[in-house]
């Protein structure tokens, strides 16, 4: 494999791994300026977001109400439902918008990646940037609410979008022979987001030094990956 092949090859899994297939970010009846939408409607979708953040962050998905998120926003019950469906189109919003502000960490880590244990390390070093920046956002976002969907509402939870994006990295990444031909990427991708989530989590709650949690988990999956 030549240098150009690797470099082609991680600039590729760069772009698969952000494309996270995110789900619209203006939700039923939030509109946009553009669409001629006051700024006052457009203030209280704002505290609406900011208070639905805390208390998905703070109570869980399950333990916060509609009610709640009005209260917390310091605006009308009513004035909810302008903005979002019901509770769980407000939880989608919220994990849009951790989706995005993901990205932005990660495509600031990604700029220079140029191998397959460079990909890798650095997409955990961005999550754990992400997650000191915004203690309890990602693990609230990784709540699974997918049984509570009706029909297809043509969006994905982040951990779909964030393994689906993996499992297009890696594909990548095996063009250019840097994972090995038998990975079925699809389940590597959700088995890393699941390692990433769990280890992260226990690492978190025993106090596990960041480099010392990324060179090991680095180390492990490049192992199980990479072209022997």
């Known amino acids: ?11 590729a899994a760069k772009t698969a791994v952000l494309e996270l297939e995110k789900g619209p970010t203006t939700q039923a009846g939030a509109g946009g300026a553009g669409n001629g939408v006051s700024r006052r409607k457009l203030e209280s979708r704002r ?18 109400r509609p009610q709640d998120i009005s209260r917390e926003a310091g605006v009308g019950h009513g004035t909810f439902y302008l903005h979002f469906e019901d509770k769980l189109d407000c939880f989608l919003a919220f994990t849009d918008e951790a989706a995005n502000e993901l990205d932005v960490f990660l495509h600031t880590h990604l700029a220079n990646a140029g191998t397959l244990e460079v990909v890798v390390r650095e997409i955990l070093r961005g999550t754990f940037e992400y997650t000191a920046s915004n203690p309890g956002v990602l693990a609230a ?37 840097q ?45 199980a990956l990479k072209v022997q």
């Open 47 to 64: 505290k609406l977001m900011a208070a639905a953040r805390k208390l998905f962050v703070e109570r869980g998905y399950h333990d916060t």
């Open 141 to 177: 976002a990784l709540t699974d609410v997918s049984v509570l969907w009706k029909g297809d509402i043509g969006r994905k939870a982040p951990a779909v979008r964030w393994s689906e994006g993996w499992a297009r990295a890696l594909e990548e990444l095996k063009q250019v022979k």
């Open 179 to 223: 994972v090995a031909a038998d990975v079925d990427c699809k389940l590597a991708g959700y088995l890393i987001v699941g390692a990433i989530r769990q280890g992260g989590a226990y690492a978190s709650r025993d106090h596990l030094d960041h480099e010392f949690y990324i060179d090991n988990v680095t180390r492990l999956f490049v192992r």
């Open 1 to 11: 494999m030549t240098m150009e092949d690797d470099a082609s090859g991680a600039r």
